[in-house]
Structures are given as C-alpha cells and as structure tokens.
C-alpha cells in the first residue's frame, strides 16, 4: 500500500475500530489513528468548557457525580430525577409521544413527588394533518382519516414559553427527536427512545444482530417500504 492509500485507509478509521480504549484509564498506548490525539487543542478547550461554572460545565458535573454517587443502583427513571435535583430544576418539560402517553403521565407524576413541577406537551400538539406537509395520503397509517403529524418544534415552543429548565424526551421518533432537540431552549435529554418493534428497546437489535435481526448485517434483506402511488 502506498503512502497516499496508508494514510487514507488511517483517516477512516475512528472509536469504533479501536481495541485499546486508553482514553479511559490512559494505562496503554493511544493507537495511530486515535481521536483523543488528534484533537489536542480541542480536547484543552472542552477541559476548560468542562471546569467553567457554563451550562455544559454544570451539566458535565452533575452527570459525572451522579455516575460516581450512583453506579449501577438507579435505573434511568431514577438518574434524570436525579440529575434534575442535582440542577436545581424547578420545571421539568417532557416531550412525549402520544403513544407512551400513559408512560408519560406515570414519569410526571413520579418527578412531581420529587417536588418538580412538570408540563407535558404530546406530539400531535397543533394537529397539523400530514398531507398538509406534503405527505401523499396513501403513506399515512390510516389512508383517509385525518391523521396528524408529529410537531415537535411546537412542543419545543410551548415548553420554551412555560420557561423549563430541562426537558426529557419520552419516545419521540426517529428525526422527531432531533427537531425537538434543535429547537429545545432548555438541555434536552431521553428517557424513553422509539422502538416499536422491540419494546422501546433499540439495543436488542444489536444484541440479536448475528441470530434473529441478522438481517440488518446485510442491506439486501431490509424490508422494503410500502408502496405509494
């Protein structure tokens, strides 16, 4: 291999194909290709972003020492209650999908006897049918009812103007989330991510991937989308 080709080959490699992992106990020796050493400059300027007394500093230590306080003995429920208290969160939004809406109104009652206020704003907030964005009826769920689409911008507005302090996504979809996100004025965090096939368990697939979901090894077996006109 050439010296072009060498260092091509060295530029597509990244986390994902590293073994050692010494950017977590820096007990090894960083590989030729490792991120933590490429990025110096950056890396210095998140350790100051990290120490300052800015949201992300503050967000960066209540994360870490609920890690450290709370190892392995709080389930997720637990931690974003946790993380809100160690904010000083008075509002909590959360963001939910109208499917897990019961899920949805259990969390907000459990963060309410934290002594948390919440609101909870539901996808079809604003019921915007789908055809309105452009979508052909015949891609909707149910072709020929109104069936309107998810709005997470709005959701995100309606929770900026109550003026949250942190806002917690419960099982909004794929790209939902990330408008939700863009839009959110406060943090935003997940509580429960959308998997209608495995539960609301998207990790499963990952564990399945050489036995049952052996398909999404190979792009040839995904199912196809269904047919529209």
């Avoid at 110096?40 to 870490?64: F, Q």
Wanted: glycine share 6%.
């Amino acid at each position: 291999m050439d010296e072009k080709k060498s260092a091509d080959a060295s530029c597509a490699l990244s986390c994902s194909e590293c073994s050692i992992r010494n950017c977590y106990r820096r007990d090894r020796k960083y590989p030729d290709f490792c991120l933590t050493s490429q990025y110096h400059d950056a890396v210095e300027k998140t350790r100051e972003l990290y120490t300052s007394d800015s949201v992300d500093g503050r967000l960066a230590r209540a994360a870490a020492e609920i890690e450290g306080e709370y190892y392995g003995r709080l389930t997720r429920l637990e931690e974003t209650i946790r993380f809100a208290k160690k904010l000083n969160v008075m509002k909590l939004g959360i963001a939910s999908c109208i499917g897990l809406l019961d899920e949805a109104s259990l969390y907000a009652k459990i963060v309410r006897t934290a002594g948390i206020e919440t609101k909870t704003v539901i996808c079809k907030v604003g019921a915007i049918d789908k055809t309105e964005i452009g979508l052909p009826d015949d891609l909707k769920v149910c072709p020929g009812c109104n069936e309107s689409c998810c709005n997470p911008a709005l959701q995100a507005q309606v929770l900026n103007e109550w003026g949250s302090q942190l806002n917690v996504m419960v099982g909004l979809c794929v790209g939902h989330d990330a408008i939700f996100a863009r839009h959110s004025e406060a943090p935003a965090v997940t509580f429960i991510v959308k998997d209608r096939v495995l539960g609301h368990n998207p990790a499963a697939a990952l564990y399945t991937a050489k036995f049952y979901y052996k398909r999404v090894l190979d792009e040839k077996t995904f199912p196809e989308p269904r047919k529209h006109s």
